[in-house]
Structures are given as structure tokens and as C-alpha cells.
T-cell receptor, first 114, second 112 residues
Framework: AQSVTQLDSQVPVFEEAPVELRCNYS??????LFWYVQYPNQGLQLLLK??????LVESINGFEAEFNKSQTSFHLRKPSVHISDTAEYFC????????????FGKGTSLLVTP | DTGVSQDPRHKITKRGQNVTFRCDPI?????LYWYRQTLGQGPEFLTY????????KSRLLSDRFSAERPKGSFSTLEIQRTEQGDSAMYLC??????????FGPGTRLTVL
């Protein structure tokens, strides 16, 4: 079975600073990888996903993540964060040969301050 | 496209009571998933439907839990004889393609 490890439970950062949220996974088969975001008092929203092809994927609000098969990682980065990026971020993985149930990490709380 | 909806949004019940939650997926989405999320944890998979067929169940889904999707549209999740450990946020998600799952706002269950 695949599992997901998010190495940081909380990441405090100043506005306009860069940030990296780390995610590692373990799986013996091909996987699809996702980052979901949960803003305060809102539901989970898809931020970006890797299915195949280019290992670098981007979101519409400036985040990007790179699939690294050799290091089994899918770290999320943003070069300059905004206050509005404050949220809980979840990395998730699913097997490419199953019903696609998602296995989530425990989440990383990103807190952006002025 | 009105998104995934869940009802109720909050439920408070006493230990031993039965509760039922409803999920309405995005129309035409043939796959529907239930997850449970406790404080400080990521969502954990419970069960999954393709149309009306329940194809996968997690070991987390004890005998007190049952889910249905009778006509391949909305789904219900029932918990019988609730326990305090059942207190959590219950999330529903739906998908059409075999990748992106769209989540509802969740039902927060508190068992006293």
C-alpha cells in the first residue's frame, strides 16, 4: 500500500518570502500525485496534480510541484507567498491501477504573516 | 455545476444513536467516495462507489457503518450505535475522470 509523509506540520513564513512544503510517498506501483488546499472554514480544493508527462506542474495561483521519482517526492513550492495563501495543504497519492481512492498525508499548516 | 453538497453540515448526537448523512455529487459524476477526517489528520478513505456498485471498503469501515448509492446518484452513509470515537468530519467526493476528486464541505459529527 502507498503512504504519504508530509515532513512539516507547520510552516510559518513572512509575506513575499519563498516557501517549500515537503511531501514524500512510498509505493511499489505507478502513482498519481495531488496537492489539495483547505482554506479556513472551507472544503478541500484541488491545487495541482501530476498524472504523467512533464514532472513540473503548476497551479493558477503561482504554486508549482515537481515529481521526483528517484527521491519519491512531490514538494510544493511558491517563490513569493501572500497572506491569502494561509491554509492547510494536503499531499495525496493514488495508485494508477485501483479505484483511485486517495491516501492523504497529515497536512502542513502554512501561516503567512506580514 | 453546483459542486458536491452534503447534508447536514453539523450533527450532534448521543452515544448509541444512529445517524445518517447524505451526499449529492456533481451531476454525471459516476464515482463517489467517502472519507473521514479527524483533528490534525488528513482525510482517510472509507469507501467508494462506481455508479451504484460499492467497489472498495476500507478496514476503517466497521460493521456499524453502511453506505449506499441506490440509483447511482446521491449516497448515504449510516453509522449505527455511534461511539465517541466516531466524532469526525465526514467528507464526500465525486469524480468523472479517473483522477480529480471534487470534495463537498463535509458533515461534522459530534458524539456526546
Amino acid at each position: 500500500a502507498q503512504s504519504v509523509t508530509q515532513l512539516d506540520s507547520q510552516v510559518p513564513v513572512f509575506e513575499e518570502a519563498p516557501v517549500e512544503l515537503r511531501c514524500n510517498y512510498s509505493s511499489s506501483v505507478s502513482v498519481y500525485l495531488f496537492w489539495y488546499v483547505q482554506y479556513p472554514n472551507q472544503g478541500l480544493q484541488l491545487l495541482l496534480k501530476y498524472l504523467s508527462g512533464s514532472t513540473l506542474v503548476e497551479s493558477i495561483n503561482g504554486f508549482e510541484a515537481e515529481f521526483n521519482k528517484s527521491q519519491t517526492s512531490f514538494h510544493l513550492r511558491k517563490p513569493s507567498v501572500h497572506i491569502s495563501d494561509t491554509a492547510e495543504y494536503f499531499c495525496a497519492v493514488t495508485r494508477s491501477n485501483s479505484g483511485y481512492a486517495l491516501n492523504f498525508g497529515k497536512g502542513t499548516s502554512l501561516l503567512v504573516t506580514p | 455545476d453546483t459542486g458536491v453538497s452534503q447534508d447536514p453540515r453539523h450533527k450532534i448526537t448521543k452515544r448509541g444513536q444512529n445517524v445518517t448523512f447524505r451526499c449529492d455529487p456533481i451531476s454525471e459524476h459516476n464515482r463517489l467516495y467517502w472519507y473521514r477526517q479527524t483533528l490534525g489528520q488528513g482525510p482517510e478513505f472509507l469507501t467508494y462507489f462506481q455508479n451504484e456498485a460499492q467497489l472498495e471498503k476500507s478496514r476503517l469501515l466497521s460493521d456499524r457503518f453502511s453506505a449506499e448509492r441506490p440509483k447511482g446518484s446521491f449516497s448515504t452513509l449510516e453509522i449505527q450505535r455511534t461511539e465517541q470515537g466516531d466524532s469526525a468530519m465526514y467528507l464526500c467526493a465525486s469524480s468523472l475522470q479517473l483522477d480529480t476528486q471534487y470534495f463537498g464541505p463535509g458533515t461534522r459529527l459530534t458524539v456526546l
